[in-house]
């Protein structure tokens, strides 16, 4: 080859790439949009919840923000915050009400055996005042807890959801907690939510990932431990923290006592439709309810 027509090639090397174009990945914006699912709200049987999530329309020039009733349909989003702010009860609430309302739900359960799971959802249930005993057989739940094998391979997980998802006709999927999938091999945490969440895109789940945050460390992001690697990865995400009351500014913040705890809830973003911005209390009852309430009013001078 002389020096000419080595140039011509490499020339139509950085203009063309040197790769094989796949064209199945290419779509014109209308066909894309056909097979775009419509939006809208998945109740999630947390009072206070609902509403955070909504719509805008526009009719007649005027545009209004319309609530959706729940979390966007086929949404996956990430349960996120350290130990014990209320992310399983959360979950196991959600649960119980889409199997009340006569759908399917998968829950694969990382920490919590099968039998102790099953009875926090038969607990959250009766707290809700709904008879378990009904819809139960609508929540097919997969074991990784006690499965070693299922925990440390992902294709065989995958297998075996996509088994459930197709025997059950399941339409939600609830991963509680993603993090124990990744546990002792943090480096691979983006590629296994990447593929999870692929996975649930693949069968039109609407899922909820929990994800454990270690540290308190910037309690109201995403971002710290166990945040990173999901936030960006998936359409939205929810922040549970709590706080202890120790000093006289936070008790004049958070109108509480010192010494006491404050729960804190937040939704981090959610790309499929307009959400509430603001950081609202979070109670979780004494039956074990997660209930949002008001958010938290900063003084303006
Ligand atoms: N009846 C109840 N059942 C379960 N948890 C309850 C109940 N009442 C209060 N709680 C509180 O809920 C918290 C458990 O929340 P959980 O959802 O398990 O946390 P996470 O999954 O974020 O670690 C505990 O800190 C506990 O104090
Ligand atoms: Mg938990």
Not at 53 to 66: A, C, L, N, R, S
Not at 137 to 146: E, F, R, Y
Not at 212 to 219: C, F, G, P, S, V
Not at 250 to 277: M, W
Request: contains cysteine; proline residues 3%; aromatic residues 8%.
């Amino acid at each position: 080859m002389n020096k000419e027509k080595i140039h011509q090639e490499l020339e139509k090397e950085r203009l063309y790439g040197s790769g094989e174009p796949d064209l199945s990945a290419i779509y014109l914006g209308k066909d894309a949009l056909a097979k775009a699912p419509e939006i809208k709200g998945i109740p999630t049987g947390v009072e206070g919840l609902d509403d955070l999530f909504f719509i805008v329309i526009t009719e007649k020039g005027q545009t209004t923000k319309k609530s959706l009733g729940g979390i966007p349909a086929y949404s996956v989003l990430n349960i996120t915050g350290v130990s014990d702010t209320g992310k399983s009860l959360l979950v196991e609430q959600f649960t119980v009400k889409q199997a009340s309302r006569g759908e399917r739900v998968a829950f694969i359960t990382v920490e919590s055996p099968a039998n102790f799971l099953a009875l926090s959802l038969k607990l959250r249930a009766e707290a809700m005042g709904l008879d378990f005993s009904i819809f139960e057989n609508n929540i097919i739940i997969i074991d990784v807890a006690s499965s070693g094998r299922l925990r440390d391979n992902l294709p065989d997980l995958l297998s075996t959801l996509s088994h459930v998802i197709q025997n059950y006709k399941v339409k939600f999927t609830i991963i509680d907690s993603i993090t124990g999938l990744f546990e002792t091999k943090e480096m691979l945490a983006r590629m296994v939510v990447r593929r999870l969440f692929n996975f649930m895109k693949k069968w039109y789940q609407t899922a909820l990932f929990v994800s454990q945050k270690r540290t308190a460390h910037e309690e109201l992001t995403a971002e710290a431990a166990g945040g990173y690697a999901v936030g960006h990865i998936v359409d939205g995400t929810m922040i549970l923290a709590k706080d202890l009351i120790d000093t006289p500014y936070k008790a004049k913040l958070y109108r509480k006592e010192i010494g006491e705890i404050v729960r804190l809830f937040r939704i981090d973003g959610c790309r499929l439709c307009g959400h509430d911005t603001r950081t609202h209390f979070l109670e979780i009852t004494e039956t074990g309810l997660v209930v949002i309430k008001e958010p938290i009013m900063f003084k303006k001078r």
